[in-house]
């Protein structure tokens, strides 16, 4: 960058600011020339030269001329009647130019050989000038001149101006004549420059390539200083933001993304992958989070029901023990194997009925098949399962609302779920009572609600009755002479979490209601 600008500066500067004063010069006597068109005099106009610019107006009729400079202005009367005969023929000769352009000729010879012969007749004539005059001799000095040049640079249709050119040793002179007709004369205005050489320049841009190369060397630095800080500043943000990545704990920190918005370079594109990395990792950890606690939550399910289930099976084990000890020995009332044996037999079938709700409850939540089906549906074929309890118990059932209810749900689970419901329903409604069931279906949920007039749970055990093995009563069951065991709302619960259902068992205004909340996705249509 350096050696470039050396070389812009020492090559082309000069030749840049030659063309800037030449350019300056022509609009110079163009400005001359307009205020002396326009006002006759040069009152306000700034000029390159001002002691050697001037106008010269040639009127169409008269014998004088009219020059005027920057600081003067003059009227030029002719008296010698040979110089008023060469003004009348300049006259005719513009004249003819003005009418027919290219193609007068301009050739004054003759003319200016008589002016020459008048003036050389004025110098010979005595006491014609205050001083004499003796030429002692003269040179011609076209060999000292080269590289003579000429330009001609319209603006209207009346108005043109020359600029030649001519060059010395030393020097390079510029004159520039502006030629415009008007109605009543023609003005010519002049102006003589001595015009830079871009050699003259050169040196004097060398003399500053010292401060020109500190100039340069300190805006490099500068430069390099505010480009090495937006490049290094970014990497600084990205690598502490990378470490608070590491230290952080639950993935707590902000993507960088929100405080580059006006950034679209590689660094916001690094920092763009870098968030998306992380924010995957942050997604992967929460879902393995989730699924720990899940697990965790099962782990410790399984834990706590193991243990409460072997409890549980004590009893009934032991009293199977009891009996059967007690009739082999004929001891008492235990000999009268008629009334003890379906007894043992109730106690084993209690323990059947635990250890297959234990087995299918591990097996349904491990095979899940989510498929769409009608809920009401599947609520009519388990009731057709409790007919005989209910015309045991003299119960009667109503029927509420919707015949037909599209849910998301494995069959098996949600059908061990209304079992279980419709059950303890049955069982705790007293005899002769009546069993409300209503469905209903929103537009983003349905319901089932299961309601068994004039029952009531206890406050107290309200507040535990999803846990395993709790139980309202203790009676037999009539249709098999099993005793409850208490699972039944366990499982209930824990199916419908697998199955993302609200279920919610609460004292009603008449009884105790359980109300099954099913998501409808899809519109409800059960055909997909």
């Known amino acids: ?57 040639i009127p169409m009729e008269g014998e004088y001329l009219l020059i005027t400079g920057k600081s003067f202005s003059a009227e030029v009367q002719i008296k010698a009647e040979g110089l008023v005969r060469i003004l009348d023929r300049c006259r005719e000769k ?55 040049s000429v330009k001609v640079h319209f603006y209207t249709d009346n108005m043109f101006v020359i600029e030649s050119g001519i060059q010395d040793s030393s020097n390079r002179y510029t004159n520039y004549l502006a030629a415009e007709w008007t109605d009543e004369s023609l003005i010519l205005s002049f102006l003589p420059v001595v015009s830079p050489d871009a050699e003259e320049i050169r040196p004097v841009v060398l ?27 970014p990497i600084e943000e990205l690598v502490e933001h990378a470490g608070q990545m590491k230290r952080g704990k639950d993935f707590p920190v902000e993507p960088l993304s929100g405080k580059w918005q006006g950034r679209q370079d590689e660094v916001r594109r690094l920092a763009d992958t870098l968030d998306e990395f992380y ?29 409460a ?32 044996l379906p007894k043992v037999k109730a106690e084993l079938l209690s323990m059947r009925k635990m250890v297959e709700d234990i087995l299918y409850l591990n097996r349904c939540a491990e ?34 609302g919707e015949e037909s209810l599209p849910a998301d749900a494995d069959e098996r689970m949600l059908s061990q779920i209304l079992d279980n419901l419709l ?26 609600a299961i309601e068994n007039l004039g029952a009531r749970i206890p406050e107290e055990l309200l507040l535990h009755i999803f846990e395993p093995f709790v139980s309202g009563a203790q009676s037999m069951d009539s249709r098999a002479g099993m005793r409850g065991h208490g699972l039944g709302l366990y499982i209930a619960a824990y199916y419908a979490r697998k199955l993302d259902i609200s279920l ?19 519109g409800g249509d059960l055909s997909k």
């Open 1 to 57: 960058m350096l050696l470039f600008l050396v070389g812009y500066f020492i090559n082309m500067l000069p030749s840049l600011y030659v063309d800037y004063v030449m350019e300056q010069n022509l609009r110079s006597v163009c400005e001359q020339h307009r205020a002396y068109v326009e006002s006759g005099s040069y009152e306000g106009v700034r000029v390159r030269n001002s002691t050697a610019c001037y106008s010269l107006e």
């Open 367 to 400: 095979n899940m098949n989510l498929q769409r089906m009608d809920a009401a549906g599947i609520l009519r074929e388990r009731m057709q399962a409790c007919q005989v309890t209910l015309a045991d118990k003299k119960l009667r059932v109503e029927f509420r």
């Open 94 to 148: 513009l004249l003819a130019a003005r009418e027919h352009g290219a193609e007068t000729d301009m050739r004054l010879e003759p003319e200016m050989e008589e002016l020459a012969d008048i003036l050389q007749e004025f110098l010979g004539k005595e006491n014609a000038l205050p001083v004499a005059v003796k030429l002692r001799y003269s040179r011609d000095m076209g060999e000292e001149f080269f590289n003579e």
């Open 504 to 522: 919610a068992v609460q004292n009603s205004a008449e009884g105790v209601a359980a109300v099954l909340a099913f998501p409808i996705h899809g």
């Open 207 to 233: 003399q500053s390539l010292p401060m020109l190369g500190a100039v340069i060397v300190l805006a490099v630095l500068l430069f390099s200083r505010i480009y090495s800080r937006g490049i290094v500043n």
């Open 279 to 307: 924010l995957q990792i942050r997604e992967s950890y929460r879902e393995l989070e989730e699924k720990n606690t899940r697990l965790e939550e099962e782990n410790q399910r399984q834990e706590i029901f193991l243990r």
């Open 309 to 340: 289930s072997s409890h549980q099976l004590k009893t009934p084990i032991a009293a199977a023990l009891l009996l059967v000890e007690g009739m082999m020995n004929g001891i008492g009332r235990y000999a009268d194997t008629g009334i003890y």
């Open 423 to 448: 059950s303890n329903a049955v069982h705790y409604t007293p005899e002769g009572g009546c069993i409300r069931i209503t469905v209903r279906r929103g537009e983003a949920e349905g319901t089932i």
